[in-house]
Nanobody, 121 residues
């Protein structure tokens, strides 16, 4: 059974940082491209960042490029998203997702349950 469990969200002031983690189980993590997707209230899902299966190639949306960094530890079956210089418009529910491709939101069934990130003063 595929499980993706996100953690690390919270309330942070503009300009602050957070590090999200996603613990994966039930599948061969090191065989899959992985993505982070976010969804703000009242908006559709937005692909944020992706990483290839061995962690040698990453891509990010223009909206977060230079501020967010995706990484993975295949020995720990864990995906990360380091978020710096956070802005109020980054407020959203952040999901870890199996699969996807640059600018392509993976199928909803491949997402975790999400972790809330709120950027506010």
């Amino acid at each position: 059974q595929v499980q993706l469990v996100e953690s690390g969200g919270g309330l942070v002031q503009p300009g602050g940082s957070l590090r999200l983690s996603c613990a994966a189980s039930g599948f061969s993590f090191s065989s899959y491209y992985m993505s982070w997707v976010r969804q703000a209230p009242g908006k559709g899902p937005e692909w944020v960042s992706g990483i290839n299966n061995v962690g040698t190639a990453t891509t990010s949306a223009n909206s977060v490029k230079g501020r967010f960094t995706i990484s993975r530890d295949n020995a720990k079956n864990t995906l990360y998203l380091q978020m710096n210089s956070l802005k109020p418009e980054d407020t959203a529910l952040y999901y870890c997702a199996r699969g996807g491709a640059p600018s392509i939101v993976p199928a909803r069934g491949s997402w975790g349950r999400g972790t809330q990130v709120t950027v506010s003063s």
